[in-house]
């Protein structure tokens, strides 16, 4: 570009250069404000940390995990203090030949195979933190005997340390051992995941000058007690809120110096004792959840191939008083150092003895789903109470022969009798007589929540399983047969479901329609230094069913008739001290096996206060096998003894 009437003279290169330098200068300047900028900014507080770190000493003491309670106060879960062998990486010798002499030390004391314990060291030494941190196979919950020999050996075992920690201990060992779960040393993955977390409220604004406001103050050390299943799982911490907030583990307890160059203690800066973790009270009762596991327990003892569940829910609100999975193992043994082969044995038990039957166990549910579909064809004005069918025993459609599970046949029955007596024949008429589809008995089996998670507050629960006519053509590459509908009206076929599914089922046609969200935990009481306000848990409903007046009445008056009646499928509830309506199952599942056996009922009757529902794999029929267990469970309820309770008569089973 030129300017006209004016030459511009060139650059000569002695300015090209100059100027060139120049530039170079100052990019060279940006370059190195803006690292001092994050510096002296955004990196600040680590610095601090850092610096704080050179110039102070700080020791934790380990804190008492929180208790768990039933609803009238027994303890469920508390707490032992033990104590470990760690290693500190700071102290731990770096010269190979030297770590040796100690690693093999250490394995004389502790009795340790020598490959097996280097395993153990090197895995202690990559813990990220400051802190010792805990042999997790060979050094927790050592003996006195150990403690005193490493103490002895302290100068020949440089970064050998003890640990003083809090171990857990269940005082009535299998009880409720899938409720509570286990809580042992935190795993590796487990650690990574929270070791940058701090406790609320640790470095308060008003105190930015003090040393302690630059301190980390973490919630988990390497060898902390963490929650792996259960409740010590799910209420393990909150890390849905910010900061995270602590439940059941405690804060430690920190003592901080000032020290000078050569580490001599100069002032102490900060005490602060160790403070347990909230108490966390259960809707269980410690009473009911061993009666129920004990009426169990003898449905399944001599059957090896059998397992069983239960579970009791107060139909008003939501709790959950008993809630039983069987077999069932004592968390005791989980919180220590677990014998491999035992281990091993109970991971490969077919009975799968970790797995909490009654919210991850997926069964067909058999004649209980009655229930659901009578509800459907009354509130699709496709059945009416008084309207009758005749059972003969069975049914064909096509080519294909339908049973009743009474191979005579039940007669001509009424809708109130064909719930009592489980008639499959009068079901399977509303499908073909009636035309109560398969679109109608899916939309009310999810309503009453079949097909998705109840929301109680346990890790593993599944949804089970609702079919339709999409999935089979998806997933089956076949069209929905009337066959198919025929099956799911029953409770059988392609439908799976939990037993605490049925419960809840069962619970929401008692108390007029609310499928409520089940609930194990009943209040939260937080611990002093958090300044909190107990947290009480209240009923929540997860839908109101909006049925007709008489529909949830007729189907429970057809509960009830199944006690009162002779030929009811529960007889056997009859001449209990509380009047009791309920439903039996047979739930078929591999040809020519023995089939499952439900039970579910609600009393009293006229007050429903209290749901039921049993469980017995391959237990036979519902009536022989999983009933007898509710009574034992109502007797346990209503505080009448077992001597008073009747002979179960004679009854058909289903």
């Not at 030390?105 to 990220?128: G, H, N």
């Not at 346990?458 to 089970?464: H, N, S």
Request: with cysteine.
């Amino acid at each position: 570009m030129s300017i006209p009437g004016r030459e511009l003279a060139p650059l000569s290169t002695p300015q090209v250069r100059l100027r060139a330098l120049a530039a170079l200068a100052f990019v060279g300047l940006l370059v190195l404000a803006g690292r001092l900028a994050t510096l002296q900014l955004a990196r600040w507080t680590a610095f601090a940390q850092a610096a704080t770190g050179n110039r102070t000493s700080v020791t934790y003491t380990m804190a008492p995990r929180g208790m768990i309670r039933d609803a009238h106060d027994v303890v469920l879960a508390e707490n032992r203090p033990v104590w470990n062998v760690s290693v500190s990486r700071a102290k731990f010798p770096k010269d190979e030949a030297e770590a040796e002499k100690v690693t093999r030390r250490v394995a004389s004391i502790l009795q340790a195979p020598l490959p097996e314990l280097r395993a153990d060291i090197q895995a202690a030494l990559e813990t990220r933190g400051s802190e010792a941190a805990p042999l997790t196979r060979f050094g927790l919950g050592v003996p006195l005997k150990v403690v005193a020999q490493i103490e002895e050996s302290g100068p020949e075992l440089p970064g050998i340390v003890v640990t003083e920690a809090y171990t857990r201990r269940y005082p009535h060992g299998q009880l409720a051992a899938h409720v509570l779960g286990y809580a042992r040393a935190i795993r590796r993955e487990q650690y990574e995941t929270v070791k940058d977390l701090d406790y609320p409220g640790s470095a308060p604004a008003d105190r930015l000058s003090d040393v302690t406001s630059v301190l980390s103050d973490p919630i988990y050390p390497p060898d902390a007690v963490y929650g792996q299943d259960g409740i010590e799982q799910q209420y393990e911490i909150d890390l849905g809120l910010a900061p995270p907030l602590p439940i059941l583990t405690g804060r430690r307890g920190r003592t901080v110096y000032e020290v000078d160059a050569a580490g001599n203690r100069v002032r102490l800066i900060e005490q602060r004792s160790p403070a347990v973790g909230a108490t966390v009270y259960l809707t269980l009762d410690a009473k009911v959840q061993q009666a129920a596991e004990e009426a169990l327990r003898e449905a399944i003892t001599g059957k090896p191939n059998r397992t069983a569940a239960a579970v009791v829910v107060d139909v008003t609100n939501g709790d959950v008083i008993a809630l039983v999975s069987l077999p069932a193992f004592d968390p005791n043994r989980m919180v220590g150092r677990l014998d491999p082969d035992t281990y091993r044995r109970m991971q490969s038990d077919p009975r799968h003895v970790f797995e909490d039957k009654a919210i991850a166990g997926g069964y067909p549910p058999a004649s209980t789903f009655k229930l659901v579909s009578a509800v459907a064809a009354l509130e699709a004005g496709l059945a009416q109470p008084e309207k009758r069918f005749y059972c003969s025993g069975a049914i064909h459609e096509g080519t294909y022969r339908f049973e009743c599970w009474k191979r005579g046949g039940h007669g001509s029955l009424s809708f109130r009798e064909a719930i009592a007596q489980s008639c499959d024949v009068y079901f399977y008429e509303l499908v073909r007589s009636a035309g109560l589809g398969p679109d109608v008995i899916g939309e009310y089996a999810r309503r009453f929540g079949f097909g998705e998670r109840s929301g109680l507050d346990l890790p593993g629960e599944i949804a089970g399983f609702v079919p339709d006519r999409d999935w089979k053509r998806a997933e089956r590459g076949e069209r929905w047969w009337t066959g198919d509908t025929l099956n799911m009206v029953i409770g059988q076929g392609y439908t799976t479901c939990t037993p605490l599914q049925v419960a809840m089922a069962t619970a929401a046609v008692a108390n007029g329609g609310d499928l409520l969200e089940p609930h194990l935990v009943r209040k939260i009481s937080w611990p002093d230094h958090l300044g909190l306000e107990p947290t009480v848990y209240q009923r929540r409903v997860r839908r109101h069913l909006p049925l007709k007046p008489d529909t949830l009445k007729i189907v429970m008056e057809g509960m009830r008739l199944a006690v009162t009646s002779e030929h009811g499928t529960g007889h056997g509830m009859a001449g209990l001290p509380v009047q009791v309506a309920g439903k039996t199952g047979s739930a078929e599942h591999i040809g020519g096996r023995p089939t499952h056996a439900w039970f579910t009922c609600v009393a009293p009757y006229h007050e429903p206060r209290y749901a039921i529902t049993v469980f017995v794999s391959e237990g036979g029929h519902g009536s022989t096998t999983a009933a007898p267990a509710a009574r034992k469970i109502l007797a346990a309820l209503f505080g009448f003894s077992s001597p008073q309770l009747p002979q179960m008569p004679p009854v058909a089973a289903d």
